[in-house]
């Protein structure tokens, strides 16, 4: 009974390994894509400082005109940053090693979730999403966690067939 226990133990360890492996794998593959998804928000947050530090020191700030674009421009760079820190987030949150864990799971919320974290990839491949999520499906009880990892590997599965045959159109439908 011991030793049946013991390599139950082991086994549970080894799938556990061979699920951080898998994610850190799709993971890789996402890098690519995070990078440029990350750069577009830094590139345009840099222009817009360049931009306010070129009026400044040119010496000729309208206070009431240029306050207001001032203003517009720092709208834009928190934007910017918040999408910068979500994508962030996300991607630590998936790349966690992560227990079995059973609860409720919005399959909507999840599948959103991971397109979010594949919306670049899928357009580098040049991959359009058409997505019909029903408000009315129940929640199922499942590990999130794993549950994002299949997500993950049909979607990425799905993009790189799509850009294979030259891009097109993944319809994403929950019923």
Do not use: C, W
Not at 37 to 42: A, H, K, L, T
Not at 122 to 130: C, F, M, S, T
């Amino acid at each position: 009974e011991h030793m049946v226990e013991e390599r139950t133990q082991q086994l549970k360890e080894t799938h556990d390994k061979l699920l951080h492996q898998d994610k850190m794998a799709s993971l890789g593959k996402l890098s690519a894509s995070v990078v440029h998804e990350i750069n577009n928000p830094i590139a345009g947050i840099l222009n817009l400082t360049m931009l306010i530090k070129r009026i400044v020191e040119e010496g000729s700030v309208n206070q009431e005109k240029d306050l207001e674009q001032f203003l517009h421009y720092l709208d834009l760079m928190e934007t910017e940053n918040r999408r910068i820190s979500r994508i962030v987030t996300s991607l630590l949150a998936f790349s966690r090693e992560s227990k079995m864990e059973f609860k409720k799971v919005d399959i909507n919320r999840l599948i959103e979730k991971t397109l979010f974290l594949n919306a670049n990839l899928l357009k580098i491949n040049g991959v359009k999403v058409e997505k019909r999520f029903y408000d009315s499906l129940p929640k199922i009880i499942g590990s999130e966690d794993q549950l994002q990892q299949v997500f993950m590997n049909i979607i990425s599965n799905a993009a790189e067939t799509i850009e294979d045959s030259g891009g097109g159109v993944m319809s994403v439908e929950t019923k």
